[in-house]
Nanobody
Framework: QVQLVESGGGLVQAGGSLRLSCAAS????????MGWFRQAPGKEREFVAH????????HYSDSVKGRFTISRDNAKNTVYLEMNTLKPEDTAVYYC????????????????WGQGTQVTVSS
């Protein structure tokens, strides 16, 4: 089992940047594929990005491709989401998630979730 804690959210102006972190407990972090999802008020949770266990493979939603970068540091048990050129439509609660299988773009593919961190982008 793994516990996930997100941090780094906040209020930023459009065009700005934020870096989210997700710290995982336990010594087997490198065994988990990791994903980032987000949920805006009144909307369903949506996929943002995922990264393989080694970090060699990444995948992004079309809405963030070219602006966001997912990475991980297995020595620090942490996955990151670097967000640049933020837009008001990026406003949401951002969640990290872990899976013992290959990471996917569907939330059903993940076994563990963090509590989320709020990102608000003002226009």
């Amino acid at each position: 089992q793994v516990q996930l804690v997100e941090s780094g959210g906040g209020l930023v102006q459009a065009g700005g940047s934020l870096r989210l972190s997700c710290a995982a407990s336990g010594r087997t972090f490198s065994r988990y594929g990791m994903g980032w999802f987000r949920q805006a008020p009144g909307k369903e949770r949506e996929f943002v990005a995922h990264i393989s266990r080694s970090g060699s493979s990444t995948h992004y939603s079309d809405s963030v491709k070219g602006r966001f970068t997912i990475s991980r540091d297995n020595a620090k048990n942490t996955v990151y989401l670097e967000m640049n050129t933020l837009k008001p439509e990026d406003t949401a609660v951002y969640y990290c998630a872990a899976t013992t299988y290959m990471p996917t773009a569907t939330s059903e593919g993940y076994d563990y979730w963090g509590q989320g961190t709020q990102v608000t982008v003002s226009s």
